[in-house]
């Protein structure tokens, strides 16, 4: 089965993808069991930004703060984390700007809706997460059309 | 420091750790992911099976509890309402994940391996959530 899945996937990461995404649940489960409440991170960034209410501050803030912490300490145990941005910062700051706004409004990214709902089976997540997945997808053919892909 | 904040930063620090090494903080990858016309990768469906596996056990046993190990109680979210905020914000999120490959966890733990870039993305997220603020009066 791997040697023929890497044949048809060369670039894929099943394993790591795999075994990350479990440390990414367990985190969830830890702020769920632990202190009773979703690790969504476009909240709890809003949250720590002082935009809207719910979790305590200090919660809020202490897992945003943990984010860049747990990247470095990965990078420093296992190697450098292979990284390749688009070229443009402008490109880049609209993209933040429209997830910022996005995000919000829709009240939750991909840990929020994608990972908290989706496993609880909430109607709400698991249509939010289709259609920022729908929408992702349809974005990234409209620029591979427009000749922008990078 | 009470055991709230020691707990959300030990979940915020995992989280970042798995999103650094399953790949999630590569915005070419995830473009990749979101390429179904081309090469696809298809990694980030094995991250979110990951996730979704480990915290469909946790909510299996959230069920089971009274109350969370260090709070009073659970606050989760109640609302059942499929509205239009719901549908054209995870919309116009979709579209930022495309155009940057990056959505708002692995944008924030970039910040400590790929500083300039992931800074710019977290800048305008940052204005994009302040903006929304100061329009919306919902």
Redesign the interface.
């Known amino acids: 089965m791997i040697p023929v899945f890497s044949e048809i996937f060369p670039h894929a990461a099943p394993l790591r993808g795999l075994v990350g995404g479990g440390l990414i649940g367990l985190a969830a489960a830890i702020m769920l069991l632990g202190n009773g409440r979703i690790a969504g991170v476009s909240g709890l960034l809003g949250r720590t930004l002082a935009l809207g209410g719910g979790t305590p501050w200090s919660i809020a803030a202490s897992f945003i703060a943990g984010l860049p912490l747990g990247a470095l300490l990965l990078s420093v145990l296992l190697g450098p984390v292979p990284a390749h941005f688009p070229p443009s910062l402008a490109l880049l700051g609209v993209a933040g700007l429209i997830t910022g706004i996005g995000t919000r409004l829709g009240s939750g990214c991909t840990s929020g809706h994608g990972v908290c709902g989706m496993s609880r089976l909430s109607p709400r997540s698991l249509l939010a997460t289709a259609t920022f997945m729908a929408s992702g997808m349809a974005t990234v053919a409209l620029v591979n059309l427009a000749g922008a892909g990078w | 420091m009470s ?27 995830v ?2 992911f ?26 299996g ?2 069920r089971r ?1 009274l ?11 109640g ?4 509205d239009a ?21 692995p ?8 500083p ?2 992931a800074a ?14 100061l329009f ?1 009066r919902a």
């Open positions: 055991a709230r904040p020691l707990l959300a930063l030990l979940s915020g620090t995992l989280f970042g750790a798995g999103l650094a090494l399953s790949g999630m903080m590569d915005p070419s990858r473009r990749e979101l390429d179904v016309g081309g090469a696809w990768d298809p990694t980030l469906a094995f991250v979110m099976g990951g996730a979704l596996i480990v915290m469909a056990l946790a909510w046993l959230q509890m109350k969370p190990v260090a709070a009073e109680r659970f606050e989760l979210p609302t059942r309402l499929i905020r719901l549908i054209g914000g995870s919309a116009l999120f979709g579209i930022g994940w495309g155009l940057g490959g990056l959505c708002p966890g944008a924030l733990a970039s910040l400590a391996l790929n300039l870039p710019v993305f977290v800048a305008g997220m940052v204005l994009g959530m302040i903006v929304l603020r919306d």
